[in-house]
């Protein structure tokens, strides 16, 4: 572990675990297009290359109770080293190419000539992430009823 | 007794050309893409991914078209990928009071704390064909154009974000009343704690009986669908009613946590759909008062048929933890349990199509040396329908010997 990891893992963790979900939740052309339009970036090391594996989902019996496994759901992982700073992606494997975008974003987030660029399209993403909810509940809100009892004649 | 025999390389291999032709059908008509599986037969999918145990929509998609959309054969697919992968390890627990909803119901409550959300159902349609969906309404759109389905996004990327979107702080989540806070609040529900035990898992573990709850939740989050369903209606009909109402139903997306071994912290991989359910029963007298007893299913996808069945099981498998008389095979763990998956189920009701040559050969024999023992004894057969055969030869063996190259390659086989 280097010291660049260290001090990540042990300062930067609430900011790695903000942006590692944004990645996650986000389309993957969009993590692409943007990785395409910094250009050339420092030559990453894969550490570990893309591949997928299974994280067993636990629930909670009764949605609060004991834990017990619901499946497996297939993800994906990259871990890269852009000079000595290291990239996690963690996602869906629904999309090839979703975990290694995520993790050259994660990389170059620790890296000091990205880290601004990174930390304002996270911002970006952020906000997309929430237009998109905001557009979907409001899809699924035109569903909602309110249920009305008829009288039925009798007597109070 | 089960004897491997060998031979028909070549008619198998010719089988399986066929398979795939059949399987595109008339070529005239434009091939089935996984994509418009997976959008457009989502509860095909849905329903493969829970009975399989694996959420991957793009793999689910591509096994129902593989399987030329005979679900059990989807199932069958996808469980065996599944099998091919190595596990990252556990998710933490999925925060179900914070899924985005899509669909969320009570059948209990009609003035539901954040009220009801019906969401695309079939319920309140008609059941009447519309002839409309035989034409095609978007095929002038483009594939960019189309508006997506809520929820279900797998886009190009271009998203149409307001310009004016100022960075501001994502919503937080807000802690839903549930249906069954109400009854805990007036203490007339049992309660449902985190008892801290490590769950089982049957993945890893030999199924044995008696099983704890644990178990039994993921046995019948992967069981088939329509052996849940009659369970369920079983229970209804009288074979061990547990008199359930639908407290909540709730289909949405939930967010998947998990905490990687070199990170040390959970990190967000995805979201993923759910459906879960939980019905209210009738009651178990404590110490302090009856109180309702509840049956609860969380299940992969979009599967509400499956997860209404599933508690109403849950339930039911629960008579000797509430010390009630067992009337029907709902009750019985071993039956429920030990039948519902479709892959073991029909892995071993279908190998009786194999050849079983050899074993049907010693089952002939002995039937001919019983038949011959009672001739020999001038014994009348009780049963006048089947004729002795004096000498002649048998309609089997005349049946054996049309096929004669078959019979070569039984040769040692035993």
């Known amino acids: ?156 | 007794m089960y004897v491997a025999v060998k031979g028909g390389a070549r008619a198998i291999e010719a089988a399986h050309e066929k398979l795939s032709q059949k399987r595109r059908g008339n070529p005239r008509l434009p091939e089935l893409e996984v994509g418009q599986i997976k959008e457009q037969l989502y509860l095909s999918v849905s329903r493969v991914m829970a009975e399989a145990s694996l959420y991957a929509p793009r793999l689910a998609a591509l096994a129902v078209k593989q399987a030329a959309g005979d679900l059990v054969e989807a199932v069958f697919l996808l469980r065996a990928a599944r099998g091919t992968y190595p596990s990252f390890g556990y998710s933490e627990a999925l925060d179900t009071s914070k899924t985005r909803l899509s669909r969320r119901i009570s059948a209990t409550w009609k003035d539901l704390p954040g009220g009801q959300i019906l969401g695309p159902t079939f319920d309140y349609t008609h059941r009447l064909l519309d002839f409309d969906l035989e034409e095609l309404k978007d095929r002038k759109v483009s594939a960019g154009n189309e508006r997506k389905p809520a929820a279900r996004i797998r886009a190009a990327g271009e998203e149409s974000v307001k310009e004016d979107a100022r960075p501001k702080k994502e919503p937080r989540p807000k802690k839903r009343l549930s249906p069954a806070d109400a009854l805990l609040l007036e203490d007339i529900l049992e309660g449902e704690e985190d008892r801290g035990n490590i769950p089982g898992d049957i993945s890893r573990e030999t199924q044995s009986f008696p099983m704890e709850r644990s178990r039994r939740l993921q046995t019948l989050a992967r069981a088939d669908e329509g052996f849940l369903l009659s369970l369920a209606y079983s229970t209804q009909r009288g074979f061990g009613s547990t008199h359930p109402f639908v407290n909540e139903m709730k289909i949405g997306m939930a967010e998947a946590e998990f905490t990687p071994g070199e990170l040390g912290f959970p990190v967000v991989v995805g979201e993923i759909e759910i459906t879960e359910c939980e019905t209210v029963n009738q009651f178990m007298g404590a110490g302090d008062g009856p109180k309702f007893t509840r049956g609860y299913s969380l299940l992969l996808g979009n599967n509400e048929r499956k997860a209404l069945s599933a508690a109403i099981v849950d339930r039911s498998l629960r008579a000797d933890e509430l010390g009630e008389l067992k009337k029907g095979p709902a009750q019985d763990q071993e039956f429920v349990l030990a039948h519902g998956d479709s892959v073991e189920a029909s892995g071993f009701v279908s190998h009786l199509k194999l050849p079983h040559y050899v074993d049907f050969q010693a089952e002939l024999s002995l039937i001919r040396d019983l038949r011959k023992m009672r001739r020999e004894k001038k014994e009348v057969p009780e049963n006048e329908n089947i004729p002795l055969a004096s000498g002649k030869e048998r309609p089997a063996e005349r049946a054996f010997k049309k096929d004669e190259p078959e019979r070569e390659s039984l040769r040692g086989a035993e």
Not at chain 1, 23 to 39: V, Y
Not at chain 1, 70 to 82: A, C, F, K
């Open chain 1, 1 to 156: 572990m280097t010291a660049a990891d260290k001090r990540a893992l042990e300062g930067g963790q609430a900011e790695r675990r903000r942006r590692m979900r944004l990645f996650g939740l986000s389309e993957p052309a969009i993590l692409e297009d943007f990785l395409s339009g910094l250009g050339e970036i420092p030559t990453p090391v894969y550490l570990k290359d893309p591949s997928e594996g299974l994280v067993t989902l636990r629930g909670r019996m009764g949605g609060t109770g004991s834990l017990f496994n619901i499946g497996e759901v297939l993800v994906s992982r990259t871990v890269v080293e852009i000079e000595g700073r290291r990239g996690y992606g963690y996602t869906l494997a629904e999309v090839p190419g979703h975990s290694e975008a995520a993790a050259l974003l994660d990389a170059l987030a620790e890296h000091p000539l990205y880290r601004e660029t990174i930390r304002r399209f996270t911002m970006e993403l952020e906000d997309k992430l929430r237009e998109k909810r905001k557009r979907e509940a409001e899809e699924t809100g035109e569903t909602k009823v309110e249920f009305f009892t008829l009288k039925r004649g009798e007597d109070d």
